[in-house]
């Protein structure tokens, strides 16, 4: 293999040899699933669906620092639809293994301020925290 074939992986009998792109953990935007929560510095917004966060933002306020993440806690990133005066949530390229605890530590943090928040809270899972949200949307 020469100099411009490092990092790449060839399969196939001796006969055919192919490249083969391996997937490096980036997610499929169909896949983003709500309730979409976003974390603004101390305080968090829930989204019933993706489509109900996309059109709450602007598109200014990406620059702001927001971070967003779906159900099972993908983070998404917003980019700007300017045509329809929106955001667009997608997948972040790369999965980060420590998002969903990020999600779950915001989901503990902010709960001091709400109305109510579930018995035996710091020690809730996440998809217990997303599923009592859910339930609870309306009281946040």
């Not at 293999?1 to 935007?29: F, I, L, P, Q, Y």
């Not at 620092?65 to 806690?73: A, P, W």
């Not at 902010?110 to 309306?138: D, F, I």
Request: charged letters at 35%.
């Amino acid at each position: 293999m020469g100099r411009s074939d490092r990092g790449k992986k060839s399969v196939g009998t001796s006969r055919e040899k192919r490249r083969v792109a391996k997937d490096h953990g980036m997610r499929r935007s169909e896949q983003i699933q709500g309730p979409i929560f976003c974390y603004d510095h101390g305080s968090l917004d829930v989204f019933l669906n993706k489509d109900e966060a996309e059109s709450y933002y602007e598109p200014w306020i990406i620059n702001e620092g927001l971070e967003f993440f779906d159900r099972n806690g993908f983070r998404l990133v917003p980019e700007p639809d300017n045509e329809d005066y929106r955001i667009v949530l997608r997948n972040a390229a790369l999965e980060d293994e420590n998002a969903p605890e990020r999600l779950r530590s915001i989901l503990v943090e902010t709960s001091a301020y709400w109305n109510e928040r579930p018995e035996n809270h710091e020690s809730l899972g996440l998809e217990e925290w997303v599923k009592w949200c859910t339930q609870h949307m309306k009281s946040l």
